[in-house]
């Protein structure tokens, strides 16, 4: 975000760099159950990222000093794989992932019925196997995805999505190159039967207005991506009574 890029982003017709439309999402496939020994797990393709969310819990959380005698403790963890990026990733936790894995653990925490699990985890392993940017969002999805496969009672299926500006366009779902040479990112996840706002991050700079209107693009897609994920569910548990 914020390097001067030499070449246009939004081209004389209005489309990007990829083509798409401002409020256009890049192709976005789901699968779910995909990991067998989890409770439940989720694969997510969205343009160029490729995730892996695996669920497992609720169990009785350990060490014990973490549980809670009230509710379930939702321990959230991103990693990015190695050769998830251009050079490198040095693996392991660093800042950012620490930081990722914060708040993506709260906002799934504010969906889950976590009182309903007292002194349990609920562990939710989200891996980037390839990023393409947009990976916390796309994290989000994925992770949510799993938990509803592993049947964990929830308020809504939570869903990841970002917005930002380019080239002073407000646009949906940046890509890698829209994030380097953006002027803003603004990652959200959303419920989206009631359009609540569970994470709300910025990078760069947008005018209230630009803010407002990024935030309600991306209300907007949360209800096209939120379809993805109960066909996705559907594929699996086709015949089940089930009431996503
Ligand atoms: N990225 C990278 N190396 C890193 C972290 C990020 O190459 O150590 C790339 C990756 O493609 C990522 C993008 O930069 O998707 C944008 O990263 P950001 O921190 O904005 O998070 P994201 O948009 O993936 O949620």
């Known amino acids: 975000m914020g390097m001067k890029a030499d070449f246009k982003l939004i081209d004389d017709n209005g489309l990007r760099i990829d083509g798409r439309l401002p409020n256009q999402l890049r192709p976005l496939r789901m699968e779910v159950g995909v990991v067998q020994r989890a409770n439940g797990s989720a694969f997510v393709e969205w343009g160029g990222n490729k995730i892996i969310a695996a669920v497992y819990g609720p169990r009785e959380a350990y060490p014990k000093h973490i549980q809670d005698p009230n509710r379930a403790v ?67 999805t994925a992770a949510s995805l799993a938990l509803a496969d592993a049947g964990i009672p929830m308020r809504d299926i939570i869903v990841g999505c970002a917005a930002g500006k380019v080239d002073g ?64 569910l559907k594929e699996k548990y086709r015949g089940d009574e089930h009431d996503y």
Do not use: C, W
Request: glycine share 4%; net charge negative.
């Open 74 to 140: 939702i321990r959230a963890r991103y990693n990015m794989a190695a050769f998830s990026v251009d050079e490198r990733k040095r693996p392991g936790p660093d800042r950012r992932s620490v930081e990722l894995s914060k708040v993506i653990s709260e906002a799934l925490t504010s969906v889950v019925f976590v009182e309903r699990f007292p002194r349990t985890s609920i562990d939710v392993y989200i891996e980037v196997l390839q990023a393409d940017a947009g990976t916390r969002v796309a994290g989000i």
């Open 169 to 232: 366009v407000v646009v949906l779902d940046l890509n890698k190159e829209e994030d380097n040479y953006g002027e803003a990112d603004v990652p959200m996840a959303i419920l989206p039967r009631t359009g609540e706002i569970a994470l709300l991050q910025m990078d760069g700079n947008m005018t209230y207005e630009e803010l407002t209107n990024a935030m309600d693009m991306a209300i907007d897609a949360a209800k096209e991506i939120h379809e993805l994920q109960v066909k996705a």
